[in-house]
């Protein structure tokens, strides 16, 4: 391939950036050199440049694709340097133009909200009115009256803290490089490292005048200032004095006058006068003269009563949660938590609605009365509903298909939010929308818990049930409309008339300040939570998704426009966190009339001699086993005597797609066949419509026993008796806490309840033929027997709950803002706080496992870097508590600077081992430098050879039939140490 690479480099950047660029490409002009070159050699000098790269560096790289056209690949270093396809600026100024003269000039006397000039009190009246009316359209519901007036105040009071001197004289500077940034950085030379924050400082005032509202209770009072302060995300400090407004404070009085301090007071009285005067004009709004009459007293006897009640006092939590609650505690809390959510959502979306008009244009909008008219968007044409009437003449008028209309039709008579529940195979999917298409939807959120499940739902809606309407899945990985080869325009993300996400998607409107808007949609919109049971045993899952059924939970009712699906209800969390009522779940028989079978194998899960996961199968059999490890080492150690296809979440993001396909293919109704066999971790077990003749599991908890058990004959087609094998051991059996697999179940928090499923089912079933209506029908009474606080399964239900308290006090859920320079890469990152544990990065070596008793390392990696900027990694991710478990990170710190030169890690002395673990453990968030947790020869061959490959590394295992994924070689041993194996 033929490169290009312009040169934007300054200072002392550019003899460094020569230096690389010389010695691979010609200099075919001052800034400009050109080569041919491979992709391996563009990825080298992409490294190297990054290794040297400062603010001062600019280096872009274009790919000739013939005469007349180039392909920007890659930026390294300031990308203001260049526009958004590498062109670069040749005539600037930074001197007032003719068409750029600002007519409007700061007065003196005046406070302004941004550098738009906005007067502070219009711009704070309008996001406090837009606030309470977005609050009361999408709750449109009379009971929450008192809620929508905090949101105006909160609206009207958010912004106080702009009296702070330095950022007047910011704002009334006009030109301003990132305006956007509303203040939050005030100029390159300026730090809120000592000094607060706008929202701060608003905090501050608000508590000086506490004592004097009126007519608010403490819980008002609580919600004011935690929108308040969170209205922006926490500013990260690395020596955070921050605790509260009683060290803002401290550090305000340090960095503006006490003269100037001393007037900020009288100024919020008077700001807020004027704030009052405006409502009242505008529509005779008495909220604020009702609830805040603040009156100038003496600064003095203000500034003694606010040291002495606030000293020590710290900032509003973001989540209040406390392990000491009981469950009806818990529930109130989850109740204040999702109205500070939906408070916080509609300030600042009315914030950024507001922010984007010019000053003239705001005081228009004020003055005639007009800001409704903001709110109303262009709606967008939607025929869902002539695609939701169409899925009904899809099949015929059964029996069946006239249950399912009537299920629909009681779901959608319910006044609360409603509830499917519903064997497998039942048609839930197919009723879920018909309950849309009842309840009139124009827009519909799937939202599912995993992105396998989102597969198989967008799948199933665009090969059967919607085909011609336009429906999105919308996941980290995958971005497509209508098919899977049709990816969706950014521009375009979230606007089918049917979104499939995860519920991670959603969850980022209230753990996070840069989607906090999308809660409104959500609200608007009508919601089907499938698989909802999944989020009960999951860490900080269980409580916020509790918080966004609360948020629905606020509509009027019969309004609540939403649906909870899933097979097994799981009734206890439903009625203790959830607080929804028995009549709230409607049941859809099964239609399935064969019989069915439970039967239990005992087993020793530490060798092969009798292990059920390891002895060969035929005849469309699923093999189902609670983690990834489990199926790939059956798969190996069968895969030349059965005809299997192995599926799991330890693949890279392509494979996952193609498996899912063939997997889907195979085993869905009238499928291929191709394959006879499936090995696989528990990926399968939710939303996906595909059938076996013959299953093994894995013992597990009710809730994923049954889900499973769904796949088995799921089309009922079978004439012989379909018997399901659960494999279980004795330390499962009596609840304690040793072994693999009882291990396994107490970490997801269901130990005690897969016991006492156990005890139940033998207690009901032992050798019993059954129906599957019968075993629903168990499952139930299971729950029911439950109902106590000491039961196994409140017990289990409880201490998930407690594990995600404890979490989300560590601040997990907290919105943080980092200052960096903007950029629009589009590379994958891991978020600090990820939701879903410490993940990172990773790069793996490829295995081969043709024979899995002697295994070929292979001189490749697992997956190759993209070329350019946009294309995202076909990556690999690794829990990084495994990776220091194992002992790969201080390995890894010992090795990498040698073997990859360019990488940071290469600059920290080999004494500093805890520096470079830190370094790398940090960078790994970021798809462009993952941990290797496996090296090639090549690789090796830099630092001792082959010879030091670390014993417990982790390899991407591949074989002739198809990719195995990540595994660590020592994991094989059971394959080769037992007599079986030899």
Excluded at 450 to 459: K, L
Excluded at 825 to 841: M, P, Q, T, V
Excluded at 895 to 912: C, Y
Excluded at 966 to 976: A, H, Q, V
């Amino acid at each position: 391939m033929i490169v290009t690479f312009i040169s934007q480099c300054e200072k002392k950047a550019i003899p460094r950036t020569r230096r690389v660029l010389d010695a691979f490409a010609d200099r075919i002009g001052d800034n400009t050199w050109q080569t041919v070159i491979t992709e391996d050699g563009l990825i080298a000098v992409k490294k190297l440049l990054r290794k040297t790269v400062t603010k001062s560096t600019a280096v872009s790289c274009h790919w000739i694709r013939g005469r007349r056209r180039s392909e920007l690949l890659w930026v390294v270093g300031n990308r203001n340097k260049f526009n958004n396809i590498g062109v670069v600026p040749v005539n600037s100024t930074q001197k007032d133009v003719f068409m750029d003269v600002i007519t409007m000039k700061a007065k003196k006397d005046e406070f302004y909200a941004n550098t738009h000039l906005q007067p502070l009190a219009e711009h704070s009246f309008a996001i406090g009115y837009l606030a309470q009316q977005l609050f009361k359209q999408v709750v449109d519901n009379d009971e929450y009256e008192n809620l929508s007036n905090v949101a105006f105040l909160a609206g009207c009071l958010h912004d106080l803290g702009k009296l702070d001197p330095n950022f007047q004289d910011w704002a009334k500077k006009q030109k301003q490089k990132d305006a956007d940034e509303d203040g939050q950085h005030i100029d390159v030379k300026f730090t809120f490292e000592k000094h607060p924050r706008h929202n701060e400082i608003s905090l501050l005032l608000f508590n000086f005048f506490e004592k004097q509202c009126k007519g608010l209770n403490n819980r008002q009072k609580e919600s004011l200032q935690h929108v308040i302060y969170w209205h922006h995300a926490k500013p990260y400090r690395p020596k955070d004095d921050f605790t509260g407004v009683a060290k803002v404070y401290e550090h305000l009085t340090k960095n503006i006058s006490s003269e100037q301090f001393e007037t900020l007071i009288p100024n919020a009285s008077i700001l807020l006068k004027r704030i009052n005067q405006l409502a009242k004009n505008y529509q005779n709004i008495e909220v604020i003269e009702k609830h805040l009459s603040w009156e100038n007293q003496s600064f003095q006897d203000q500034l003694e009563d606010f040291t002495y009640t606030y000293k020590g006092k710290e900032f509003p939590e973001f989540k209040l949660y406390s392990n000491h609650d009981d469950l009806a505690q818990l529930r109130s809390k989850i109740d204040q938590n999702s109205q500070h959510n939906l408070l916080r959502a509609c300030v600042i979306s009315a914030d950024r609605l507001i922010s984007k008009l010019s000053a003239q244009d705001l005081m228009e909008y004020i003055a005639e009365q007009r800001l409704d008219e903001l709110l109303e968007t262009q709606e967008e044409l939607s025929n869902l509903s002539e695609h939701l009437s169409n899925v009904s003449k899809k099949f015929p008028n059964s029996e069946r298909t006239q249950k399912q209309n009537e299920i629909a039709q009681q779901l959608a008579e319910l006044r609360d939010i409603a509830v499917l529940a519903g064997p497998a195979g039942c048609g839930k999917t197919k009723i879920a929308l018909e309950w849309a298409k009842l309840k009139n939807a124009k827009k519909v959120f799937w939202i599912c818990p995993r992105v396998q499940v989102c597969q198989g739902i967008f799948q199933e809606l665009t090969e059967n049930y919607l085909p011609d309407a336009k429906v999105e899945i919308f996941t980290g990985e995958f971005k497509f409309t209508n098919a899977w080869d049709k990816v969706t325009p950014e521009k375009e993300y979230l606007s089918g008339d049917v979104v499939v996400t995860t519920i991670d998607q959603i969850l980022g409107s209230i753990v996070t300040h840069s989607k906090v808007d999308s809660l409104i949609p959500f609200m608007d919109a009508h919601v089907i939570f499938d698989e909802y049971h999944e989020y009960i045993g999951m860490e900080i899952f269980n409580l916020l998704f509790a918080e966004l059924i609360a948020n629905k939970n606020m509509r009027k009712k019969y309004e609540k426009n939403t649906l909870l699906v899933s097979a097994t209800p799981h009734y206890s969390y439903l009625k203790q966190v959830l607080g929804l009522h028995q009549d709230d779940v409607i049941a859809m028989p099964s239609f399935n009339d064969r019989d069915y079978k439970i039967e239990f194998i005992d087993y020793d899960e530490s060798v092969i001699a009798g292990n059920p996961f390891y002895q060969s199968y035929d005849g469309q059999t699923f093999v189902i086993s609670n983690t990834a490890l489990t199926a790939q080492l059956g798969f190996i150690y069968q895969k030349n005597q059965e005809k299997s296809v192995l599926f799991h979440s330890k693949f890279k993001r392509s494979d996952k797609k193609y498996w899912f396909n063939e997997v889907y293919e195979a085993f869905k109704k009238e499928g291929t066949h191709k394959f006879e066999v499936l090995r696989s971790g528990p990926i399968v077990q939710a939303s996906l419509n595909i059938t076996a003749k013959n299953m093994l599991t894995e013992m597990t908890s009710p809730e994923n026993m049954l889900q499973r058990l769904g796949r088995l004959d799921r089309f009922g087609e079978s004439e012989n008796l379909n018997i399901l094998k659960v494999a279980i051991t004795e330390h499962v059996k009596n609840g304690s806490c040793k072994g693999s697999l009882a291990y396994f179940l107490n970490q997801l928090n269901c130990l005690q309840t897969t016991k006492a499923w156990y005890d139940f089912l033998q207690d009901q079933l032992t050798g019993q033929r059954f129906k599957l209506s019968k075993l629903y029908q168990l499952y139930k009474q299971f729950h029911e027997s439950q109902d106590q606080e000491n039961s196994a399964v409140s017990q289990d239900m409880q201490k998930a709950l407690k594990k995600s308290i404890d979490r989300i006090n560590n601040k997990v859920t907290e919105p943080t803002k980092v200052s960096k320079p903007k950029t629009t890469e589009r590379k994958s990152k891991i978020s600090k706080n990820s939701l879903r544990g410490d993940s990172r990065f990773v790069q793996l070596a490829k295995l081969n496992l043709n024979d899995y008793a002697k295994p070929v390392f292979e001189n490749e990696y697992a997956y190759q870097p993209p070329l350019d900027d946009t294309t995202e990694y076909d990556n690999l991710t690794e829990s990084l508590n495994i990776i220091q478990e194992l002992g790969l990170i201080n390995f890894i710190a010992q090795k990498h600077g040698n073997i990859d030169p360019s990488h940071p890690v290469k600059g920290i002395p080999e004494k500093k081992q805890k520096s470079r673990c830190m370094v790398l453990e940090n960078y790994a968030r970021d798809a462009d430098f993952p941990l290797y947790l496996s090296y090639i020869e090549d690789d090796l061959n830099k630092v001792g050879g082959t010879g030091v490959r670390h014993p417990e590394a982790i390899y991407y295992a591949v074989c002739d039939q198809q990719p195995i994924g990540s595994i660590t070689l020592d994991r094989l041993n059971i394959l080769t140490t037992t007599p079986e194996g030899k």
